[in-house]
């Protein structure tokens, strides 16, 4: 049972990484993010943790779990209001771009492994998940996001929203040592 958990862990946070890591280097090796295109990935990262957490307020028992899902709800909603607030002073509309189209891809692919758990299960691969891809969105921010953005505001942003993420991996991060190793 503890090695399946394990190759569950591994496997979730290999698809997380990789994930983000190639929509990193896709990025990277296309045309220069424009601060449009740079506003909808970080939209729209926020969303897909969103949708996670949703996931697990339908599906976990887990106090602690339901509390951690309910932070990375309140959290992220913030995150897109701020963004929304700035792009609509800036009078910018956030573009889908490939970036985000890969996001959204495959958070449905990790949406459809998390659904086909339940109960304890359920639990780890969602925490393992969450600290994952934490860690990814961490780097893409700061090695992808910040220095495509041109705008100073939007660039700020950013960098302001790094420490919350730092702290929803700490938690995770706990929570995953706490119960599930």
Do not use: W
Not at 67 to 80: E, G, R, S, W
Not at 117 to 140: L, M, P, Q, R, T
Not at 151 to 176: F, G, I, R, S
């Amino acid at each position: 049972m503890k090695l399946t958990s394990t190759i569950i862990a591994r496997v979730t946070c290999t698809m997380v990484c990789s994930t983000l890591l190639s929509v990193s280097s896709f990025a990277q090796e296309s045309a220069k993010l424009s601060d449009a295109e740079v506003a909808s990935v970080a939209v729209v990262a926020n969303q897909i943790d969103i949708s996670y957490a949703e996931l697990a307020k339908e599906k976990s028992k887990d106090a602690e779990v339901l509390n951690f899902a309910q932070t990375m709800i309140n959290d992220h909603k913030a995150v897109i209001g701020q963004a929304v607030a700035l792009v609509t002073k800036l009078k910018v509309t956030p573009k889908d771009n490939a970036t985000s189209q890969k996001l959204l891809s495959d958070a449905e692919k990790t949406k459809n492994m998390l659904r086909s758990k339940s109960g304890k299960a359920f639990d780890k691969a969602y925490i393992d998940n969450e600290v994952a891809y934490h860690k990814a969105v961490i780097a893409a921010v700061e090695g992808l996001l910040i220095p495509e953005a041109e705008n100073k505001e939007l660039k700020d942003l950013l960098q302001n929203v790094v420490p919350a993420l730092k702290t929803h991996l700490e938690h995770a991060t706990m929570l995953q040592n706490k119960k599930y190793k």
